[in-house]
């Protein structure tokens, strides 16, 4: 509420307040007196007449001025009315009010005095009526004005008032003199006057404690807010999320090697350079607000690492499942080097430039150029700006209110808020069944149960989780494993339309169902970050996505691109674009080896791993995809028999199962026979090796749980070699140690 929004009610209530006090009351058996200016409203329509006849007389007068024939057709009905009302012969007799006779009061006389009230805008009248004595009893049957009416009227009631308080007095005992009754008048006079002070008072009492608690809950709001400040000051402070340095006029001009991201491939170009450039100095260009940090553990191990009740937590450490300890971060911040030094460091070092985008590269010059336009030069620069997760349309376009209850997952803040909600027993809902969604599910019903927390749903099309890495038994049996360890599994399913509830989401699924969730977390996969390639002139796969490079990951001279952002030519696979994390390790670590001078051509194989709880982990090499065929062979808890899986390759008959055989059974035997299996069968696949073939090649392997064989896996698909049984194969692996 403004101050003009009291001022206003405060003269509001000061006219309440006079309208009160002027409703004077005389008695029970005397009729309401009207108010003190209705001996006005006769002297507005004598006015009224007035200003009319001058206004006819002065547009007459300008007709017959400038059309004098036509002055005979002129006529003023008002004017000649008014000449008849008027007594020429007696230029000081007053002026009528309007009557409805045509015929002036006989017996009227002037006044001798005249009110002040009825000289507003009667200057060229030189006598008229007076309030105080208007007309007397008699005049009431000859004049015939409503307003003279209501005057007399009025006259007539005070002057029978006046007579019977003073008969009263007169008998009254306390032997008064009957002055009272005649100075009763002046006595209501006074106490209306009284109040109209009283209410004129209490009404400025009044505004002035609405402009008092306006004001106060002003203050309080500016309070909170600026409070809310602070504390989002802090925690910035305490996560590092603080633009360092402030202005980027304190960056250096030039740099040997620049990196544009602040991801796991930036930094692994960081140490390659350094090792190969002792006195390397690097500057990063990061657009968050943090140092640099892995992003694998956010899903995973932190979930199941007691942290302290911090928000944020300032250090992210997590225990492996190992048991060991490390931190979230690569390095302290003790490690960098501010950007205004780096140029005068001795030894060289990284710098981060934290909460700075790049705009536009120039690879002919050598140029990048930041969003508020400083222009830093080079000599070799990384492109390493990573991916960003998607969101679903139907999310994104629908309105704030529903927006502020969705959220994607891909940083430590997300980590934050998601653990604020958990700490809160909400329920939530994870749409997508991909590495994020079930790992984040299963980490989010272990931290439920834990804590004795809400619900947690997952939403998904597709039959099982994880259906584009695991072929389809192994898909449905994991998820039979996650709706074990407390998580809501929703297949084939997808939201139709999301509503907010009061404090809730309402989601209508396409199958009929309907979920009520405090907060949606969207992992549906990301896209590449590649806004540079158009101001920059850079190629990017229509397909696949990230910037294209060639097998040196040059995407021009002296400018590479690593890390999810790179769309790479596999000598063995054809042209990929990986998003894992060890893939980001390798091929920032080859981008940093050629930026100081080693051209070696990228020919990894690059590997990923996933944990859905303590009870299932993975790691996969190659090419891993559910619609090719796959050979599954597993060493059940008995560790008697193995069980071969032959899927087809054809995507329609994916439906198909491929049956247990004996561990000496090969593919086309069991491509022969077309024996099927049951997955319910099986209590439980415990190790094994999946292979997944192209035209009779290994090309993926996948290692359930069976970790630290990942070097033998890459050895077997860099022989780009058939193999006539695989269950020997699968023995190389020790899958029964």
């Given at each position: 509420m403004s101050i003009l929004s009291v001022r206003y009610l405060a003269q509001k209530f000061i006219r309440?307040?006079?309208?009160?006090?002027?409703?004077?009351?005389?008695?029970?058996?005397?009729?309401?007196?009207?108010?003190?200016?209705?001996?006005?409203?006769?002297?507005?329509?004598?006015?009224?007449?007035?200003?009319k006849k001058r206004t006819l007389e002065a547009r007459s007068k300008m007709q017959a001025n400038k059309y004098p024939n036509?002055?005979?057709?002129?006529?003023?009905?008002i004017a000649s009315e008014y000449e008849a009302n008027v007594d020429t012969t007696n230029p000081a007799a007053p002026i009528p009010f309007a009557t409805t006779s045509t015929t002036a009061t006989a017996n009227y006389q002037a006044p001798s005095q005249v009110d002040p009230l009825f000289k507003v805008g009667f200057a060229d009248c030189k006598s008229i009526c007076s309030a105080k004595e208007v007309l007397k009893s008699s005049d009431c049957e000859t004049h015939t004005s409503a307003a003279a009416m209501d005057v007399c009227k009025?006259?007539?009631?005070?002057?029978e008032f006046k007579r019977k308080r003073k008969e009263t007095s007169v008998h009254d005992d306390d032997g008064s003199d009957g002055k009272d009754g005649e100075d009763e008048c002046e006595c209501r006079l006074k106490d209306l006057r009284f109040k109209c002070l009283m209410g004129a008072l209490a009404a400025l009492l009044a505004g002035g404690f609405l402009a008092w608690l306006v004001s106060r809950l002003t203050d309080d709001s500016e309070a909170k807010r600026q409070q809310e400040e602070n504390d989002r000051n802090k925690r910035n402070l305490i996560s590092g999320l603080v633009t360092s340095p402030p202005s980027s006029e304190s960056l250096p001009k030039h740099v040997p090697y620049l990196i544009i991201g602040g991801g796991t491939a930036a930094f692994s170009a960081f140490r390659a350079i350094k090792s190969?450039?002792?006195?390397?100095?690097?500057?990063?260009?990061?657009?968050?607000?943090?140092?640099?940090?892995?992003?694998?553990?956010?899903?995973?191990?932190?979930?199941?690492?007691?942290?302290?009740?911090?928000?944020?937590?300032?250090?992210?450490?997590?225990?492996?499942?190992?048991?060991?300890?490390?931190?979230?971060?690569?390095?302290?911040?003790?490690?960098?080097?501010?950007?205004?030094?780096?140029?005068?460091?001795?030894?060289?070092?990284?710098?981060?430039a934290q909460g700075f985008a790049v705009k536009k590269v120039d690879a002919q010059k050598r140029v990048v150029t930041l969003n508020d336009g400083y222009k830093i030069e080079y000599n070799t620069c990384l492109i390493a700006t990573g991916c960003s997760p998607k969101n679903l349309p139907m999310f994104r376009d629908a309105s704030p209110s529903v927006r502020e209850k969705v959220m994607v997952y891909r940083t430590p803040d997300d980590f934050d808020r998601l653990r604020r909600l958990a700490a809160e027993k909400r329920s939530i809902t994870i749409v997508g069944n991909g590495f994020i969604g079930s790992e984040l599910a299963c980490s989010l019903a272990h931290y439920a149960k834990e804590n004795n927390g809400g619900k947690v749903y997952q939403v998904f099309q597709e039959d099982g989780n994880m259906s584009r890495v695991l072929p389809k038994y192994l898909s449905r049996w994991t998820m039979a494993k996650m709706e074990a360890q407390g998580v809501c599994v929703i297949p084939n399913a997808s939201v139709k339309s999301a509503t907010r509830d009061n404090n809730n989401l309402k989601l209508e699924l396409n199958n009929g169902m309907t979920l009520m969730s405090d907060v949606v977390v969207v992992c549906v996969g990301c896209s590449a970050n590649t806004e540079l390639a158009s101001p920059s002139h850079l190629e990017v796969d229509r397909s696949l996505g990230g910037f294209v490079v060639n097998a040196e990951l040059e995407a021009r001279t002296n400018l590479y691109v690593a890390g999810d952002a790179s769309c790479f030519y596999d000598p063995l696979l054809?042209?990929?674009?990986?998003?894992?994390?060890?893939?980001?390790?390798?091929?920032?670590?080859?981008?940093?080896?050629?930026?100081?001078?080693?051209?070696?051509?990228?020919?990894?194989?690059?590997?990923?791993?996933?944990?859905?709880?303590?009870?299932?982990?993975?790691?996969?090499?190659?090419?891993?995809?559910?619609?090719?065929?796959?050979?599954?062979?597993?060493?059940?808890?008995?560790?008697?028999?193995?069980?071969?899986?032959?899927?087809?390759?054809?995507?329609?008959?994916?439906?198909?199962?491929?049956?247990?055989?004996?561990?000496?059974?090969?593919?086309?035997?069991?491509?022969?026979?077309?024996?099927?299996?049951?997955?319910?069968?099986?209590?439980?696949?415990?190790?094994?090796?999946?292979?997944?073939?192209?035209?009779?090649?290994?090309?993926?392997?996948?290692?359930?749980n069976l970790f630290n064989r990942i070097g033998l896996a890459r050895t077997i698909i860099n022989q780009n070699a058939k193999y006539d049984d695989l269950n020997e194969v699968a023995k190389l692996f020790e899958i029964h140690a």
């Open positions: 309440q307040a006079n309208i009160l006090a002027n409703r004077r009351v005389l008695g029970p058996t005397y009729q309401r007196s009207p108010p003190a200016y209705a001996h006005l409203r006769s002297a507005h329509s004598s006015l009224y007449q007035m200003v036509n002055q005979a057709c002129v006529t003023t009905p009025q006259k007539n009631v005070c002057e190969n450039d002792a006195t390397a100095k690097v500057l990063m260009i990061s657009n968050e607000f943090r140092k640099p940090y892995m992003r694998p553990p956010l899903s995973k191990e932190l979930w199941y690492t007691p942290n302290p009740n911090e928000d944020p937590i300032k250090d992210y450490r997590f225990k492996q499942w190992t048991g060991s300890e490390r931190s979230l971060f690569f390095e302290p911040d003790e490690f960098f080097v501010d950007p205004e030094n780096l140029a005068d460091s001795t030894n060289g070092g990284i710098s981060v054809g042209r990929r674009r990986v998003e894992h994390h060890d893939h980001s390790v390798v091929s920032g670590r080859l981008a940093g080896e050629n930026m100081t001078g080693a051209k070696k051509p990228y020919q990894h194989q690059s590997m990923f791993w996933s944990d859905l709880g303590p009870e299932i982990g993975y790691e996969g090499i190659g090419l891993v995809d559910s619609s090719l065929p796959t050979v599954g062979v597993f060493a059940l808890p008995t560790n008697v028999a193995k069980r071969v899986d032959k899927l087809p390759e054809s995507p329609e008959n994916q439906s198909s199962e491929s049956a247990p055989t004996s561990s000496n059974a090969s593919v086309e035997k069991s491509d022969k026979d077309g024996v099927t299996c049951n997955p319910d069968e099986s209590e439980n696949y415990g190790k094994g090796v999946i292979f997944y073939l192209k035209n009779d090649k290994v090309v993926g392997i996948l290692l359930w």
